[in-house]
Structures are given as C-alpha cells and as structure tokens.
C-alpha cells in the first residue's frame, strides 16, 4: 500500500496564496511509486476540505467553486490511524474520508508555520514534515528568534520590540525606545513581528517617518520590530536539511529585489512597483542569483551561519536562512529563519544535487523518525496515582490532599 501523505496548506495568513502554489509544487514531486498525495486545503476562516481538485493550480482561480467540488472534513485518531471525516456526518453514507499516513507541510505564515498547525498535529500523533511545535513558533516571532539566535552566539542586528498597547499608551516614549534599541540612529527598518513575505514593513529615515512605520506595522501584528537598517545590503539566502542528529546546507542565492528592500510584489509578482505576474510559479519566479556570487570563503561563512541559526532554534526538516551581507565591512548577519521556506527551498536543493522528489522523500523520512522517537518516550509512571486517591482536601489542601499519591 502506498503511503497517504495529506499536503496540507492554506490557512489564516497573508501568505495563503503563496502557500497554494507550494503545495501544488510539492504534490506534482512527490514519488507516486512510493506516496499517494490527498489534498488537505485550509480556508481562510481555518475550514479544512479534501478532494482531487484541490491538488490542481486551476481549481484556485475560483475557490468557492472549488470548495463546491470538494469535501469538509475533520480530522480524528481512531485507535492507530489518523482519518479524514466527512464533516457534516454523511446520512446514508460512510463518513470515512480515508486515512492519512502522515502530513507535508507547505503552509506559510500564521495558523501553519508558527507552531498551530504542528501542535495539532502532535495532538493527533500524525507524523509531519518540518519544524515541532517550539522551533516553529520561534521561527515565526522575530523577537523570540532573536534571543535564540544572541544565547547561541549566532550574530544578528540588535533591536527593539514596540507592542501596541505601548506604542499608544505613550508614543514619544515608544519611539525613543525603538530608536535606542535599533542603535541610536537613522536609518531605522520596522517589521511586525509575526510575518513573512515584506507584508507590513517600512523604513524610517526620521522620526515622523518612523512613527508612521510602526503605526504601519501595528495594523498588521500586535507587536513590532525596529532594527538598525543596513544601507549596503546584499541579502543572501542558504537552505538547510536534517535535524539535531545531523544537517547540512545547500548552495547559497542571492535574491535581486528592485525596491529599496525586497517587497511581496519583488518576491511573488516578478518585479517591482506595478508589476502584474501571476505569482504562479512562487519563489522560483524572483529573480536570483543561484549559486550567489561569493568567495569560497564568503560561501562557507554563510553555510556555517545558517547551520548555526538552524541549531539555535532547534529546526528540523527543511528551512531557509537568510542573511544580510553588510558590504561596508564585510559582516554577515543573520536575518531570519524560514521553517517552511518558499516552494521549500527545492530550487537551493536542485543546484546541490538533491532532486525536489528526493528532498521531499528525505522530508517525510525525517517525519516519521521523529514520530518513532516520540512513540518510544515513556509517558506514564510505574506507579497509578488515581488508583486509590481521593479528593480529601484535610489538613494539607490541594496537591497534598491526595491520598495514595507518589510525591
Ligand atoms: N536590518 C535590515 N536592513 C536592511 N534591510 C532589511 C533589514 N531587515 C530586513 N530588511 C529587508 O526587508 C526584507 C524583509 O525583512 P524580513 O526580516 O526578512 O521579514 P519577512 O519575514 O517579511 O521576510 C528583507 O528581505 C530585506 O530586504
Ligand atoms: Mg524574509
């Protein structure tokens, strides 16, 4: 029997779209000798549905339509397998959608890269590609990123996290604060703190214009992130595969943006300001230099940083890590980590010599040994607590009330 792989994607993000076109990706590569791809598509209001036309490109052009064709369904334990029902429970029929064997990830962005999505996942015991729930959600908050990045001695722009509610409580307070943790001066780059794909980012060369950014930012996050803006940038990009027992880097990309900083139209669109692509071929449309024009050294600068950031948030699976290349003085640092990279970074692997079904393939392995890991954790003591205990309160109260208790 061939293995079930639910490609799951979508979700509650700014980066839905984008998501698509990765699945749809990674559905065409995956080994069909071996897995039988089965679509598990995640609406915006966090509805999951199956169905063959979801696993085509076109039926997204009209989603309602799609969803029409397609089937809701949730998603259960029974006894050792994971299946997909019907939701709502057929009448005359089995509700039965079928069993999942394990999940590939292509989410982007909120609800599937940062944590959610893999938690439930963990909850269900279904083994899935990628990031665990901790590595996720430190790879999708900018600021939790950072510490993980500064307490391993990976090297990364200082900076200063601004929350809503402080930003408005006080504003001048909130400024000097950004301004203060960026560095003390101009120019001064504000990102919210939880998203991808440029959405919601700004530079300030003043402080009216900084005020502006972060009221930018704050539309779209409840906190942001404000860091010394490097004027000399070359942003280079290295992906990375394994997991704690081992890992390694592929090839280095430059990414070529036309704006003062790469924006969603640079990343997806094709181009700059106006710029009218379909978007449909994803990461792979931005234009890049692949490999990225580096000395040796340079390139295993980079390939060390990115293993060192991968490590520092406890990655596994497949991600990318981007770096900012100061050309002033030469100083590489790191960015950011993407636990579920664009079109998962295939392109990267297919210049190291890695074919994107063998990368998938590896993705899946990686899935199943960490489940297999889980599964031999010990999750119960010798000794049955609520064999004889009672709720008897007495002298001790609360915890130590317990008769019968090993503590
Ligand atoms: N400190 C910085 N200095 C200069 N440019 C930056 C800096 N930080 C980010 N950028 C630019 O903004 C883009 C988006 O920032 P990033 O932190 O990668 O957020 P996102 O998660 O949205 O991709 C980067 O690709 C880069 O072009
Ligand atoms: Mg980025």
């Given amino acids: 029997m061939k293995i079930r792989v639910g490609v799951f994607f979508g979700g509650q993000s700014v980066e839905h779209e984008?998501?698509?076109?990765t699945a749809m990706q990674a559905a065409a590569?995956?080994?069909r000798t071996k897995y039988e791809p089965v679509a598990v598509y995640v609406t915006k209001e966090l509805a999951f549905f199956t169905g063959e036309n979801l696993l085509s490109i076109e039926s997204f052009r009209d989603i309602p339509a799609a969803l029409r064709a397609a089937q809701r369904v949730t998603l259960v334990r029974d006894g050792a397998e994971v299946h997909m029902t019907?939701?709502?429970?057929?009448k005359l029929r089995s509700s039965d959608m079928g069993v999942l064997h394990a999940a590939l990830l292509a989410f982007h962005g909120t609800t599937g890269e940062d944590g959610c999505m893999q938690g439930m996942l963990e909850t269900l015991m279904l083994p899935y590609t990628g990031c665990d729930v901790t590595a996720s959600a430190i790879g999708m908050d900018k600021w939790?990123?950072?510490a993980a990045f500064m307490m391993n001695g990976v090297p990364c722009l200082p900076a200063a996290r601004i929350s809503r509610t402080?930003?408005?409580?006080?504003?001048?307070?909130a400024a000097e604060c950004a301004e203060r943790g960026a560095g003390g001066s101009y120019p001064i780059i504000v990102k919210p703190y939880n998203l991808g794909s440029s959405v919601g980012i700004g530079l300030a060369h003043d402080r009216a214009e900084l005020l502006t950014a972060l009221e930018e930012a704050l539309q779209y996050s409840n906190a942001a992130i404000c860091e010394r803006a490097i004027t000399s940038l070359r942003e280079i990009n290295?992906?990375?595969?394994?997991?704690?027992?081992?890992?390694r880097a592929s090839v280095c990309e430059e990414p070529l943006g036309q704006e003062g900083f790469l924006s969603y139209a640079d990343k997806y669109q094709?181009?700059?300001?106006?710029?009218?692509g379909s978007g449909s071929e994803g990461m792979r449309s931005l234009s890049r230099k692949v490999p990225a024009e580096l000395t040796p050294e340079q390139t295993a600068q980079a390939q060390k940083l990115a293993l060192d950031a991968f490590g520092a948030v406890g990655a596994e699976g497949v991600a990318r890590v981007d770096l900012m290349l100061d050309t002033a003085d030469g100083s590489f640092y790191v960015n950011e980590i993407n636990t579920i990279p664009g079109s998962l970074s295939f392109y990267l692997w297919e210049h190291s010599g890695l074919s994107f079904t063998q990368l998938l393939d590896e993705l899946l392995e990686l899935a199943f040994k960490r489940r297999r890991r889980r599964d031999s954790l010990h999750f119960s003591f010798d000794v049955n607590l609520l064999a004889n205990a009672t709720l008897g309160g007495g002298k001790n109260g609360g915890k130590g009330g317990v008769k019968g208790g090993a503590s």
Avoid: H, N, Q, R
């Fill in 86 to 90: 019907a939701y709502p429970p057929k």
């Fill in 270 to 276: 094709g181009g700059g300001k106006g710029a009218k």
């Fill in 29 to 31: 590569a995956l080994d």
């Fill in 166 to 173: 402080e930003y408005y409580a006080d504003t001048a307070a």
């Fill in 238 to 247: 290295c992906s990375v595969l394994g997991d704690s027992d081992g890992a």
């Fill in 18 to 21: 984008v998501s698509v076109i």
């Fill in 144 to 146: 939790a990123m950072k």
